[in-house]
């Protein structure tokens, strides 16, 4: 037994099992590809869950890869222990109706004892109670130990969740001595303790469930195996745990780094450390795989890790950002495995600093809230429903929050909090339970049995075809008429289906008895392309003979609209840098809808470049070609893949001359000249780093321009200006004599309040010493009683003002204390509070002013008539 570093174990791992006949794949995206079932690939098997089932056909039979994999329900105890982390890599091999327990268990012991030459004294076995057959294998073919075999239950060793594939597995165990150990006569495999660690886990897929009790053999068994890959190099390394394992640790060394501190000093700190190490894993793998920024699903998961690492952060004393600097580290520490991340490495760090920038403002944001509620609700308890949601919203952990409130003399209602807490846990579980369970779940295909449809829209624009099959509610039929609304699956076809952000085509499809509109183009997992319409005329069968010819002009102008967005994504990489990556796309017949990762909005000289940039292309008259390769070869031209997307061996590359080189499967222009015009629309933002563009190409840009003119040709009629040149002009003179007004009604505002304010002394109240005026306006905006208000202060400094005003419905009350006044204790923001209650209404402000809404307006001379006695209650 070796050290054998992290890096070094995957490739042994990988290289073992294609020696063994096995097809290396790549790991798949974290990101579930059609597969709702799943948040984010949490096993090995996940994405892989379709061969098994048969539904799709495998690229081999023997498969074996290095998958990562994100796991969240148990993120709260992520840093308080050791052993719990949110990333990691799950090694596998797998059999697709091919070799079964024979080669899978000698292969598993081969690679333990020879390859990373693991002693056999320190090994063990677990077989399923009842799996005499592992046991005659294992013992009598491979050669272990009968005594270093353990038999356990149906919950330990055997693989099953609900309905499909199932059966017993076997699992390899490393023995890491006494000192491990818990120290009690019964300590053996299985235990809790930390001695015998489980690091591969074989299942013999045997049986297919039907989630009743019933297991009938399968009649071509499988192979699924998992191997942590972190778990495998703590043994190999002799520590105790992930964190220590070298690729982790030259993470947290850079955090050690960056906080002055070092691991293992303090385990506060440490925990802190453990969090950030785990969590930058976590999040620049996601953020590699396409994951963006938002308040749910996903990218709620990334942005609660990024919270979470760059809370504990300033916990180590860390006041600045700085995981986008330890986002490098994990990068060059996995970049020879997976090189998309060294691809990605400026969108990753970009989006990381942007992110944290943003948790910093809402960390203050979150003391803001939690001082509020101390001044709002003051007692001798903060609720667990207030502490969940500033852990929840803000990041803010429970014992922050203590620590802030107790220095207030306030505790937290901790009961609540973590029954709070617990609720969540739960929710989380339930919805992740039994990772790797839920990626079982799917329904069967109503066209397993249709071959996939051959697509020719590339080179032409209609084509013959055999109808293969009909859908109709959902059902296959053998026919349908006129009036029915029916899906066709046809053997070959000119329509693209939907997919790549570009919609689907439409038009009608024919035969020698029907006529069918079709509105829709998708294609499933099998590629089988269906034709979503309505039958106008006739009767469509089975078996019958069509022709495709759908319509080329809206075709036309969904590839001009598709070119665009190439064109565009260019550009706004020239304009605006090289992080600039594709987030999102929707093509059709009408516009370009572009989003793309960006912190800022775009300035009107940066869209005036791109614009600039695009028309010059699409003038230039560039050639566009579109043509397959190998996935390398595609790379070495500097072609951009979709950001986060995964890709096969061949890819399809659109190339406009050195300008643009894109992987892309959708439909084009074979000439740039052929886009006509390219407009921008708007620009905005669709979520944090993600901005959007939206534009018109060719007649729509020319119907655009058309519309915008008459629409001027409008306003210009309607100022009275003869021609569209002179609008600006006459809009700054309108402006101006605006603004004149504004001034004019703005001083007579001022006398009106001088001649009310007069009158108001004359009613006022003495309180121990401090004049109170109340007053009641109609028909008075908001602005002429802060007018108001302003000049009662400034003119007696031992005054409290309150005065309401109703305007179109509506209600405000604004306070003014005086400075005389406010050394006596009143605040005008607490009396307005006070005030505005009896009127329903709710509001605050500073010592000196303040307004607030009241929602019942027949109650404001009542809440008006209350102002002495809060005035008076105050100054007791």
């Not at 150990?181 to 300590?187: E, I, M, Q, S, T």
């Not at 942590?228 to 220590?244: P, S, T, W």
């Not at 919203?393 to 429970?398: E, K, R, S, V």
Request: hydrophobic letters at 40%; charged letters at 25%; glycine letters at 10%.
């Amino acid at each position: 037994m070796q050290w054998t570093g992290l890096n070094e174990l995957r490739e042994k791992f990988l290289s073992f099992f294609e020696s063994k006949g096995h097809m290396r794949l790549p790991s798949f995206s974290l990101i579930p590809k059609d597969d709702n079932s799943l948040l984010l690939i949490n096993s090995g098997m996940a994405p892989m869950k379709k061969y098994f089932t048969g539904e799709v056909t495998p690229p081999s039979k023997r498969v074996t890869t290095c998958q990562k994999c994100i796991r969240t329900p148990d993120i709260e105890r992520v840093g308080i222990t050791a052993r719990h982390g949110t990333f990691f890599e799950m090694l596998g091999n797998f059999s697709f109706g091919d070799y079964f327990k024979h080669e899978a268990t000698a292969w598993a012991w081969e690679f333990c004892t020879k390859v990373l030459e693991l002693p056999v004294d320190k090994l063990w076995v677990t077989i399923y109670q009842d799996d005499d057959e592992a046991f005659d294998i294992w013992t009598k073919e491979v050669g272990v130990a009968p005594e270093r075999i353990v038999r356990m239950g149906k919950e330990d060793n055997f693989w099953e969740h609900g309905s499909g594939p199932c059966g017993p597995c076997s699992e390899i165990y490393f023995d890491r001595g006494e000192k491990y150990g818990c120290g009690k006569p019964d300590c053996g495999v299985g235990c809790e303790c930390d001695r015998y660690v489980e690091f591969w886990n074989v299942v013999f897929s045997q049986f297919d469930s039907d989630g009743k009790g019933n297991y009938p053999p399968m009649e071509h068994p499988n192979i699924d195996t998992g191997m942590g890959l972190e778990r495998l190099a703590c043994i190999m390394q002799g520590v105790d745990n992930l964190f220590l394992v070298d690729t982790v640790q030259n993470i947290m060394k850079h955090i050690c780094r960056i906080a002055g501190i070092q691991y293992g000093e303090d385990e506060k700190k440490d925990i802190s450390l453990r969090v950030i190490t785990d969590h930058i894993r976590s999040t620049t793998f996601m953020i590699g795989d396409g994951v963006m920024p938002s308040n749910e699903g996903r990218g709620y998961v990334l942005r609660r890790l990024l919270r979470r690492a760059a809370r504990h952060g300033r916990l180590l004393g860390i006041n600045h950002t700085f995981l986008a600097d330890v986002a490098n580290t994990v990068i060059d520490e996995n970049k020879n495995a997976y090189p998309e991340l060294d691809e990605k490495r400026a969108m990753i760090t970009k989006l990381i600093h942007v992110e944290e920038e943003s948790f910093a403002k809402t960390i203050d944001q979150g003391m803001q809230m939690l001082n509020s509620l101390i001044d709002k609700d003051f007692n001798a308890c903060l609720s667990g429903e207030d502490a969940f949601r500033l852990n929840d919203t803000y990041g803010f952990p429970l014992d922050l929050t203590k620590e802030i409130v107790a220095e207030r003399g306030m505790t937290v209602d901790e009961e609540r909090f973590h029954q709070l807490m617990q609720e969540q846990r739960e929710r989380a579980r339930n919805a992740r339970k039994n990772a790797g369970a839920d990626a079982w779940a799917g329904e069967n295909d109503v066209l397993a049995d249709v071959p996939p449809t051959e697509f020719l829209g590339y080179e032409k624009s209609q084509t013959e075809a055999t109808v293969l099959a009909i859908l109709k509610d959902g059902e296959r039929v053998d026919h349908a008429t006129a009036g029915d609304e029916i899906a066709l699956v046809l053997d070959r076809t000119t329509f693209y289906a939907e997919s790549g952000g570009q919609v689907g085509d439409v038009g009608p499809i024919s035969s020698a008895d029907a006529l069918i509109a079709i509105d829709n183009t998708t294609k499933n997992h099998a590629k089988n392309f269906i034709h979503h319409g309505v039958i106008n005329a006739g009767t469509i069968s089975v078996g019958d003979r069509v022709q495709t010819e759908g319509d080329p002009e809206n075709h036309r102008a969904i590839m001009r609209n598709h070119t665009a967005a190439h064109l565009l994504q260019a550009a706004l990489r020239t304009v605006l840098g090289d992080h600039v990556e594709q987030a999102g796309q929707l093509v059709d017949e009408k516009y370009v809808r572009f989003d793309f990762t960006h912190f800022a909005a775009l300035t009107p000289e940066e869209l005036h470049r791109v614009e600039t940039i695009v028309n010059g292309v699409i003038l230039s008259g560039t050639p566009v070609e579109c043509r397959e390769m190998p996935i390398e070869e595609a790379k070495k031209l500097g072609a951009m893949a979709l950001f986060g997307e995964k890709y096969g061996s061949i890819v399809r590359v659109v190339s406009v001359g050195d300008f643009s080189k894109e992987f892309c499967g959708g439909t084009h222009v074979d000439n740039t000249g052929k886009i006509g015009l390219f407009k921008i629309l708007s620009e905005s933002s669709v979520a944090a780093g993600v901005r959007r563009i939206e534009a018109v190409t060719g007649l729509n840009a020319l119907q655009y321009l058309n519309d915008t003119l008459a629409q001027l040709g409008a306003v210009a009629s309607a100022l009275k200006v003869t021609s569209v040149s002179g609008l600006a002009q006459r809009a700054e003179q309108m402006t101006a004599e605006l603004k004149e007004k504004d001034r004019e009604i703005e001083s007579l505002n001022a006398k009106m309040a001088d001649m009310r304010i007069n009158g108001l002394f004359e009613g006022a109240k003495d309180i121990n010493g401090v004049r109170v005026i109340t007053a009641l306006f109609s028909a008075t905006p908001s602005n002429a009683l802060r007018t108001m208000c302003d000049k009662i202060r400034d003119n007696a400094p031992n005054v409290v003002a309150v005065l309401a005003a109703t305007q179109d419905g509506k209600a405000n009350i604004a306070v003014a204390v005086g400075k005389e006044a406010q050394q006596k204790g009143l605040n005008a923001g607490k009396i307005v509070r006070e005030v505005a209650k009896v009127a329903g209404g709710n509001g605050g402000g500073k010592a000196e002013f303040a307004m607030a809404g009241a929602k019942d307006l027949t109650k404001l001379d009542e809440a008006l008539a209350a102002a002495e006695g809060v005035v008076s209650g105050m100054m007791q």
